[in-house]
């Protein structure tokens, strides 16, 4: 079973980048999946984020795509998140997950960081 | 991008109850249609995938369905770890999108 764990400051100020990062113990380079964020505001539901594959092919959630940034690092087994220009609104637990194709559902999540973003 | 519309919103039910929560996707995403499950303070768990395939490990007490753009997820036998929050999602296209949630509770 493929284990996940978020990284990151857990407090950012407003107008500051949330960087997070993702280590995963799987095989990276070999693996057909899909490594993604999802987000969830404190008592509130689930938005996805964005993904990413392997030799560095993303998909962003539209509604932040114009902030985000997705990358990976296959030598560490690791892929990270920033996000730009940050305000109370992105304040969530924030949780990587695995992606399997072709079956297409999230498999494997990563136990969630909280961040909160507040001056 | 497509809406997941999940009701009711909450709903409570006793342990051995048959529960069925149901979920409408805003056009057709044919089976692409995931449901998990959320305790709290814990990361969501797949339940059932592709609308009515049983993931491993997950007992045969849930399972799901699908009708048009209508979706269901069934518990046939409530047991106590089953109150939690579940959620719908569509795998059909990009973005991703969750259905808002229903909490089931204890009566």
């Known amino acids: 079973q493929v284990q996940l764990q978020e990284s990151g400051p857990g407090l950012v100020t407003p107008s500051g980048t949330l960087s997070l990062t993702c280590a995963v113990s799987d095989d990276f380079v070999n693996s057909i999946n899909w490594w993604n964020w999802v987000r969830q505001p404190p008592g509130k539901g689930l938005e996805w984020i964005g993904e990413i594959f392997h030799n560095g092919n993303t998909h962003y959630n539209p509604s932040l795509q114009s902030r985000l940034t997705i990358s990976i690092d296959n030598s560490k087994s690791e892929f990270s998140l920033k996000l730009t220009s940050v305000t109370a609104a992105d304040t969530a637990i924030y949780y990587c997950?695995?992606?399997?194709?072709?079956?297409?559902?999230?498999?494997?999540w990563g136990p969630g960081t909280l961040v909160t973003v507040s001056s | 991008d497509i809406q997941m519309t999940q009701s009711p919103s909450s709903l409570s039910a006793s342990v051995g109850d048959r529960v069925t929560i149901t979920c409408r996707a805003s056009?057709?995403?044919?089976?692409?249609l995931n449901w998990y499950q959320q305790t709290p303070g814990k990361a969501p768990k797949v339940l059932i995938y592709?609308?009515?395939t049983l993931q491993s490990g997950v007992p045969s007490r849930f399972s799901g369905s699908a009708s048009g753009t209508d979706f269901t997820l069934t518990i046939s036998t409530l047991q106590p770890e089953d109150f939690a929050t579940y959620y719908c999602?569509?795998?059909?296209?990009?973005?991703?999108?969750f259905g808002q949630g229903t909490k089931l509770d204890i009566k």
């Open positions: 056009q057709s995403i044919t089976t692409s």
């Open positions: 999602q569509q795998s059909y296209n990009i973005p991703y999108t």
């Open positions: 997950a695995r992606w399997v194709r072709p079956a297409d559902y999230f498999d494997s």
């Open positions: 592709d609308a009515s």
